[in-house]
């Protein structure tokens, strides 16, 4: 018999609440030993952007709550609104709804140093997110400061950069309850820190035969440079970034900007040990120096007996 009824389907999702900006309590000014709160992330920046190595990129990517209806970054320097981020005018924008999973859509903007600086020049920026939700709640959250300057050899002296890219699912820098989800877009972010990378030590196996008069020959031997990878005393927002994102990235690549080093390293791929330990003074200082163990990401140092 044919059904001539009707039929309904719903679909129910659920809401996932807006990443708020970081709740504050009611405390006394701290009174620490150093200036904690004048840190501030360095980006250099020179001429039209040409020279890789003399130009920083930060890049943003946000993914917005199913019930958000629009969301943008806008640009600050010295707390004044210079301008919402869109178009190419400050870099490459990634408007809101580029990408999306299930209902949330993606927000992003790669800000290109050198462009702000020929408009604004040199000065202390951050970035607002802010997103648009009648029905959770609009956010507003702010990056932390930058300090821009014009490249100089004495300015990038005693600093490391480092670039990271991010596919699949990591953890979420905001809120401990949720993740991350990059898809496939081999997300590039950039981060300069003062710091030095380099210094190998060699660790290394070797195989044997023996045979039946005692002699024993080799049979492979492989060797693993271990490289330091220590940053001067940084926010633990940094230190954050560093553990959440950058030592669980697809793919490192790091630059040394130090003249005494014993080697130069530039653009060199590599892999960090899972172990994330800062130097931490407790109640003393808000800032903290971190050293890292790396790998190279590609080694070839095998050598197998024919």
Same mark, same amino acid.
């Given at each position: ?77 010295? +707390?004044?609104?210079?301008?919402? %981020? ?5 870099? /490459? $924008?990634?408007?809101?709804?580029? *990408?999306?999973? #299930? ?68 953890? +979420?820098?905001?809120?401990?309850? %949720? ?5 496939? /877009? $081999?997300?590039?972010?950039?981060? *300069?820190?003062? #710091? ?82 800062? $130097? ?27």
């Amino acid at each position: 018999m044919a059904f001539d009824g009707e039929a309904t389907q719903q679909i129910f999702f659920t809401l996932n609440q807006q990443t708020p900006a970081e709740p504050s309590i009611l405390l006394p000014n701290a009174n620490l030993f150093d200036c904690c709160q004048d840190f501030k992330i360095s980006v250099l920046a020179y001429g039209d952007g040409s020279d890789n190595l003399k130009n920083d990129f930060t890049s943003f990517l946000d993914i917005c709550s199913p019930t958000a209806s629009g969301a943008v970054y806008k640009l600050y320097k010295d +707390n004044t609104l210079l301008a919402t %981020l869109s178009g190419t005018t400050y870099g /490459l $924008n990634f408007a809101y709804g580029f *990408r999306q999973l #299930g209902l949330s859509k993606y927000v992003g903007y790669k800000i290109e140093w050198y462009k702000v600086l020929a408009l604004h020049g040199d000065g202390i920026y951050k970035v607002e997110l802010v997103v648009t939700d009648s029905l959770l709640g609009n956010l507003s959250r702010f990056s932390d400061e930058f300090k821009l300057c014009e490249y100089r050899a004495d300015r990038a002296e005693q600093t490391i950069r480092i670039d990271w890219f991010m596919s699949g699912t990591s953890g +979420n820098l905001y809120n401990q309850k %949720l993740t991350k989800n990059y898809l496939n /877009l $081999n997300w590039h972010n950039q981060i *300069r820190v003062g #710091g030095f990378f380099g210094y190998p030590k060699t660790e290394g196996t070797n195989e044997y035969v023996r045979y039946w008069n005692g002699l024993q020959e080799w049979t492979k031997s492989e060797k693993e440079p271990v490289y330091q990878l220590k940053t001067k005393r940084i926010s633990a927002s940094i230190q954050r970034l560093i553990m959440i994102e950058v030592m669980s990235a697809d793919r490192i690549v790091v630059s040394d900007y130090n003249s005494k080093n014993a080697e130069t390293w530039i653009d060199f791929e590599i892999k960090i040990d899972p172990n994330h330990s800062p $130097n931490w003074k407790p109640l003393q200082s808000k800032l903290a120096e971190v050293e890292l163990k790396c790998t190279q990401r590609y080694n070839n140092f095998k050598k197998h007996r024919y």
